[in-house]
């Protein structure tokens, strides 16, 4: 996968973890709703670097859906937890992808390295177990 | 890769230690020590057999999974490689992972 590639396939996957989140959230309260919230903000700051990384290399982002389709309905708290746990393992294949297809030292590789760590806490966190913690999270 | 391997080594060999002590915990301990041999796997080909020196402690296995964090995600920064870079925040992002569960035993707060 090339780098651009590999940009827009994260910047797809955080576009739909914008949605996504704002989805779930709808259905969550305390805790879990600030935390929601916390991975929400995350994702559009992140979706926003990724589309700056674009441009600097003379790419258009791609653009985001009006709408996606969860993989599930999502009807209460706990379908909204288990798509947001599904959007956080998205967010892991697509870190590590861009992981694997960015430069030593560059800011795709730092930026990937940091989502995969955030991913993984996350997905932990909304699986709400230790047996969520993956071995290799991300890996292909 | 050197540097992860032998964090590994000892991670691994503290949660043996642990592990090896019949109590409640144990299950968990000896799940997290199965996480880390994946990591381990991951990393080398060859299976090592760790040692422990000292006393193992779970406060002590989980500061030594905390602080190879940064190297590790420093590694995977620089690696020439990419699929090693992947690998080396991968197990970072687990690392970082098992230190914000508070399910895990022994955790440093």
Redesign the interface.
Known sequence: MTLVAALQAALTVEHQAVYGYGLGAAHLKGSRYRRALAALTAAEARRDLLMSMLRTRDVEPVAAAPAYVPPAPVTDSITAQALCRHLEEVC?GA???L????A??SDA??L???W??S???N???WAG???????????P | VTAARDSELQIIAMYTALASVAGPQQPAYVRLLDLHRQHLHALVDAQMTPVVEGVATAKAASALVAASVAPLQSAAVAAVSGQRAALLASIAASHVAQGSNATTPGRVS
Not at chain 1, 129 to 139: F, H, R, V
């Open positions: 892991t870190a590590w992808d992981a694997a297809a960015s030593a030292d590789r730092g990937a390295v940091a995969l760590a991913a993984a806490v997905a932990a966190a177990s230790t047996d969520a913690e993956p071995a290799l999270p991300g890996s």
